[in-house]
């Protein structure tokens, strides 16, 4: 029996497992995935991230990989019209880099994730928590934390309510892609008189750049799904540098809108964390950050839970009463910086005003 099972390896998982692992407690993390990906995805670490990194011995591997600074340069019908220098404090990385910096720091504590390994049902009583694999293995905890993810396969079986709403028109489209030719030393934006935009972001320690575009639309009311074809057409139409193709598409993906919170973040000895609690827009690029806050207190309630049963239930309770406001807030903050985003990028000639830093 183990102290703690994490389900889901991401920023949140990860965070938490180095967390607990470095307060004592015995922990095992279980990925479905049947080994680490490789996508840019989440690509920013917040100054407060950052600090929480320190604490868990893990700031100094990001920052020798990602990059402090970065000029966004804007373009309009293909002409460049401003450079912002961005030095918050925080970090350009991809997730993939970030997630690989825990991995190595939490094999260091001891533990490794157990990749391959799909819940398929939990039950739990007074003394902890019994989880089923698909693979007919069981594994028995005191406690049970769900960071995986938006679909989150344990708030799922747990029965908490995700409340809010879905898009199904897709918002975005994004991919890793290489572009031989084009300066690294920019994160590209481009707009148009005609309204849309394709940006190109550079991704530290890699030779690949984050591709985020508006859909292409497939003139039947639908649109084209992502693929190295249709962001080449994006680009050719937005950049209009005909000496620039895009390569090595490793990863396509589109991306809906989700404005989610869960109902709660506990039942019983099971807790969510990070995207299985929260979803929102991408604007401002609190989503990997949130969710290692999240791991942070969760860890320290668990931490709390563990060493003296007793103060369970309020050490439990407190932990979601401080991070469901949380949640709440960051959801309707993004929500509302998103659709100015994308008001500026569909109404012709003012994409320039806006960026996604």
């Not at 279980?30 to 680490?36: K, N, S, V």
């Not at 960071?147 to 975005?172: K, N, V, Y």
Request: proline share 5%; charged share 25%.
């Amino acid at each position: 029996m183990t102290d703690v099972l994490i389900s889901g390896s991401g920023p949140t998982g990860l965070t938490l497992a180095c967390a607990l692992a470095l307060r004592g407690a015995a922990v095992r993390v279980l990925e479905q995935r049947p080994a680490p990906h490789r996508e840019s995805r989440g690509k920013g670490l917040r100054p407060g991230s950052l600090e929480i990194f320190e604490t868990l011995g893990v700031a100094a591997a990001v920052r020798a990989v990602g990059s402090r600074s970065v000029v966004l340069r804007k373009y309009f019908d293909g002409e460049p019209v401003a450079d912002t220098l961005v030095d918050d404090g925080g970090l350009l990385i991809g997730q993939w880099q970030v997630e690989q910096a825990l991995r190595d720091r939490l094999a260091g504590l001891g533990v490794r994730v157990e990749y391959g390994s799909r819940l398929v049902a939990v039950t739990q009583d007074a003394t902890g928590v019994r989880a089923e694999l698909a693979d007919g293995g069981v594994v028995t905890a005191g406690y049970l934390a769900g960071c995986d993810g938006g679909r989150s396969t344990i708030r799922r079986l747990l029965g908490i309510p995700f409340e809010g709403s879905t898009r199904e028109e897709p918002a975005m489209v994004l991919g890793d892609v290489r572009a031989p030719g084009l300066s690294r030393d920019f994160w590209h934006q481009w707009f148009t008189s005609e309204g849309g935009g394709i940006l190109l972001c550079p991704i530290p320690g890699t030779d690949g750049f984050q591709l985020q575009a508006a859909p292409e639309a497939d003139g039947e009311g639908g649109y084209v799904p992502p693929s190295l074809e249709s962001f080449q057409r994006i680009f050719d139409r937005c950049a209009r540098m005909p000496g620039i193709s895009l390569t090595h598409a490793t990863w396509l993906s589109d991306w809906r809108i989700n404005v989610r919170v869960a109902a709660r973040m506990r039942a019983g000895r099971a807790l969510l964390a990070g995207d299985a609690a929260h979803v929102h827009p991408i604007a401002g690029g609190l989503g990997m950050n949130t969710g290692i806050q999240d791991a942070v207190a969760l860890a320290r309630a668990l931490a709390a839970a563990l060493g003296d049963p007793a103060r369970q239930e309020d050490v439990l309770d407190a932990y979601e009463a401080e991070r469901l406001p949380v949640a709440m807030e960051v959801v309707a903050d993004t929500a509302r910086r998103y659709e100015r985003v994308v008001d500026a990028v569909r109404t012709p000639g003012r994409g320039t005003e806006v960026g996604l830093a």
